[in-house]
Structures are given as C-alpha cells and as structure tokens.
C-alpha cells in the first residue's frame, strides 16, 4: 500500500441535511468539489464530524456510495466503521462494500471504558476482519478513556493497522509513539490547531475538520510544516486559532456547518440530540471569519 496517499491533508466531512432532517445531496456534491478545488489530499468519511452517530445504516451506504460516484479528484476515501460492540462493528465491516476505500477509521470504544487488554484484543479483531488498512481514533473527550503510547504501539505492529488519528491533545503522549512506532506507522494529528506541533515531532498530517470551509488555507498550513517551513506553517496557524473554539462551542459539527452555510455551500441543519447553530454563534463566527481573512463567499 502507497502510505503517502495519507500524508497532508485528509477532511473530516460534513454530512449536509435539509431543514427536514433528509440529507442534501447537491449540498454534498458541492463540498466534494470545495474541498477538491482546496487541495485536500484524501476525504475522511462518516466520522464525527459527518455525523456517523445519527446516520442510519442505510444512509452511511448510500453517502458512501454518493462519494464514490461524485469524487471530483479522485481522491483517497477512509471511511469511518467503529462502535462499543465489538461483534457488531466486526459484523458491519463484514457487510460493507469495500470497493473504492482505501482504508478504516475506527473509534476507541467509548462509553463501555474497556481497559489496554480490551482495547488491543477489540482493535485486534476489528483489524483481523478489515480487507482494508485500519487507522484507530483515539479522542478521550468523547470516549471516556485515553489510549496511552503503550497501547497504540501495542497494536502498530498488526499488519493492517496502518496509523492513529490522535486527538488526545497530550503532545507528550504524540512523542512516544513516534519514538515508538514501527517505521511504517502513520501519526496523524485529530485536533486542526496540534498539527503542526505534531507535524514538529513526526506526524504526517491530519484529518481536519476546518478543511470543510477553507481547505486552501489549511492545506497549505499542512504542506508547510511537511516541507519543514515552519515559518509559514506558524503564520497560517494563527488565522486559525480564535475560530477553532468556536467550531466545537456548541457541539461538532454545529459549528462547522454554520460556516459553511455563511459561505453559501450548504445549511446549516444538524440532528438531534444536536440543534442548529445560534445566531449569537454565526454572528462571532463571521466576525473572527473576516477579521482573519478566512471568509471566502460561494455562490451556490
């Protein structure tokens, strides 16, 4: 397998849905080609940020599906199958349609807070199912549990698991498994403002969820720090960082998706338990937009 199709920018998409709740394929079909245009490296789909906790089983196929078949450049899918039932996540890997994905992202089971042993032999099993390569994500803010360096190295050695999406934001515990990991293993930075630092000591990129609204800007910021010019990859940080809290202020994607409606490229619409962006949220937002010089309008 070509490992550097995963290095730079890979982006976490945003599912559009209609005001009815029903999903939004022209609005889909625009951020592909946003995205595309931006110079994004691969497209990360159904994880958080795509919603995967209220898509139905046959919506997760049929966005799959549509991606597939409307992905302008071409570009690498890793698609997002993980869960707290390891038999169930196994029997969904089982009945997916693989044609076209170049790898997994699988979450750290959440909620059930399984300690190492659980969490090496659920990722042991998912990976020992997978026909493709597996990235694990490890986000303690929403599983409950941290996999520490151990833990990840642990499992860098299973032929299929090719990477970690680290989100825990402890750049410590990021040194470690660079220091580590086999030399094939991917890190690859969870959080849009860690990764250049995790860049700095060994990463390769990230999943970016800002890369929905300004994929140029944040690519280059990536590219940047990959070619060692941290200088530059410095100064496109900072555009970033009075708007990034902002984008998980009243939970993710709610955020994310009232740029983009800003920007003319989709609503803004979430399902519950999640609920539409305030306004006293989209008018912070388009402030820090245009103050930075993120803002850029489309015209659907």
Not at 1 to 16: K, R
Request: hydrophobic content about 40%.
């Amino acid at each position: 397998m070509n490992l550097s199709q995963f290095h730079g920018t890979g982006v976490a998409l945003v599912t559009p849905m209609h005001e009815d709740g029903s999903l939004d394929w022209a609005g889909l079909e625009r951020i592909l080609q946003h995205v595309t245009d931006g110079g994004v490296q691969y497209l990360v789909v159904q994880g958080t940020t795509g919603e995967s906790a209220t898509t139905s089983p046959v919506e997760k196929k049929e966005i799959l599906q549509f991606i597939k078949t409307h992905n302008p450049g071409k570009l690498p899918i890793v698609y997002g199958v993980g869960g707290n039932n390891t038999p169930e996540v196994v029997k969904t890997i089982q009945s997916t349609d693989f044609e076209g994905v170049a790898a997994i992202l699988s979450v750290c089971p959440y909620y059930n807070k399984p300690g190492k042993r659980g969490v090496i032999a659920h990722f042991t099993a998912v990976a020992d199912a997978c026909p493709v390569p597996v990235f694990m994500y490890n986000i303690p803010s929403r599983t409950g549990i941290n996999m520490s360096s151990e833990t990840t190295i642990a499992l860098a050695h299973h032929p299929n698991i090719i990477g970690i999406k680290e989100a825990s934001c402890i750049i410590e515990q990021c040194m470690e498994i660079y220091r580590d990991k086999p030399e094939d293993f991917l890190l690859i930075s969870g959080d849009d403002v860690q990764a250049v630092p995790i860049i700095s000591i060994g990463g390769v990129g990230a999943m970016s969820v800002i890369a929905n609204a300004v994929p140029g800007r944040f690519a280059k910021m990536i590219a940047s720090a990959l070619q060692g010019d941290f200088v530059t990859a410095r100064q496109e940080l900072g555009h970033f960082l009075a708007i990034d809290p902002l984008l998980y202020e009243e939970g993710n994607p709610v955020g994310i998706k009232k740029i983009l409606e800003i920007m003319g490229l989709m609503d803004a619409q979430v399902r519950l338990p999640l609920y539409r962006a305030s306004d006293e949220l989209g008018v912070k937002m388009q402030a820090i937009l245009e103050k930075d010089e993120l803002l850029t309008l489309v015209h659907s």
